[in-house]
T-cell receptor
Framework: EDKVVQSPLSLVVHEGDTVTLNCSYE??????LLWYKQEKKAPTFLFML????IEKKSGRLSSILDKKELFSILNITATQTGDSAIYLC??????????FGTGTSLTVIP | DAMVIQNPRYQVTQFGKPVTLSCSQT?????MYWYQQKSSQAPKLLFH???????NEADTPDNFQSRRPNTSFCFLDIRSPGLGDAAMYLC????????????FGNGTRLTVT
């Protein structure tokens, strides 16, 4: 059965800390892996990863994909209270199939 | 397992021919959302229901309508699909509008020919 598993389910850190969020997957016919930041409404797209080993970076956020070990990580450095959100990992497979993880809830306290 | 189920997984319709996508949930959540997601873009919220209260996003075209006959089911009707409406349509639920965690279905991929 195709699945996407995120860990941890929730995380509480202090401002300035660095966090690493994990996403592992078992999806046949993998096409891409996407990370989203979800606050109260529509998720905000962060990264789309298709190739192994190539880090994508946007400000304090970065992500990398390992297609051999079937996982991805999302790193956030120097966390701020505005980073508090649920971070969703999703895997798109060929045939336009789409699988979401249940998310990691991040809380950053001042 | 409690879940959000979308049918069909793939839908092909002709230009201008009305189409309905369906979503059902066993989570007994109060809120149901419809998102449109085009390739490599973030999901875009079209509208949501809080119980029977319908909430339309300001930029959702009139071509898109929704129905929620009961707690478990929600439908997305596209009255006259255009080529630009080809996308993945995602249904999601949450316990209430302030809940941060949405539970997504696996989506319906709509093709317009």
């Amino acid at each position: 059965e195709d699945k996407v598993v995120q860990s941890p389910l929730s995380l509480v850190v202090h401002e300035g800390d660095t966090v690493t969020l994990n996403c592992s997957y078992e999806v046949t016919n993998f096409r891409s892996l996407l990370w989203y930041k979800q606050e109260k409404k529509a998720p905000t797209f962060l990264f789309m990863l298709t190739s192994s080993g190539i880090e994508k970076k946007s400000g304090r956020l970065s992500s990398i994909l390992d297609k051999k070990e079937l996982f991805s990580i999302l790193n956030i450095t120097a966390t701020q209270t505005g980073d508090s959100a649920i971070y969703l990992c999703a895997v798109e497979a060929t045939g336009n199939q789409f699988y979401f993880g249940t998310g990691t809830s991040l809380t950053v306290i001042p | 397992d409690a879940m959000v189920i979308q049918n069909p997984r793939y839908q092909v319709t002709q230009f201008g021919k009305p189409v309905t996508l369906s979503c059902s949930q066993t989570l007994n959540h109060n809120v149901m959302y419809w998102y449109q997601q085009k390739s490599s873009q973030a999901p875009k919220l079209l509208f949501h229901y809080y119980d029977k209260d319908f909430n339309n996003e300001a930029d959702t075209p009139d071509n898109f309508q929704s129905r929620r006959p009961n707690t478990s089911f929600c439908f997305l009707d596209i009255r006259s699909p255009g080529l630009g409406d080809a996308a993945m349509y995602l249904c999601a639920t949450s316990r209430d509008p302030s809940a941060m965690r949405l539970h997504f279905g696996n989506g319906t991929r709509l093709t317009v020919t």
